[in-house]
């Protein structure tokens, strides 16, 4: 239940702010590769770095919770 509500937050704040995601960048760009409107190298680059970007951000929010005690009563096997 809890996961859930978080989901809506999390999809509302990447609509508002126009963020992207690795998962969208990999439809548009293999559509458009398909289509031979862009070719396979700019595939490589945006997804690459789309999933940098997605990797940096997950980090930073994982480094914000830690630093404000939310996941300082967790146990081990609730941290993988």
């Known amino acids: ?4 509500l978080f989901f809506g937050t999390g999809l509302c704040i990447i609509i508002l702010t126009r963020l ?4 969208s960048n990999v439809m548009y760009m293999t559509v458009s ?9 700019a595939f490589v680059k945006v997804c ?3 999933y940098a970007g997605n ?7 994982a480094l914000l919770l830690l630093q404000a005690g939310a996941l300082a009563g ?4 609730a941290i993988l």
């Open 20 to 23: 992207e995601l690795f998962t």
């Open 74 to 77: 967790l146990q081990p096997p």
């Open 33 to 41: 590769g398909l289509s031979r409107r862009t070719g396979w190298l």
């Open 55 to 61: 990797w940096m951000g997950a980090l930073l929010v």
């Open 48 to 50: 690459t770095l789309s």
């Open 1 to 4: 239940l809890l996961a859930c």
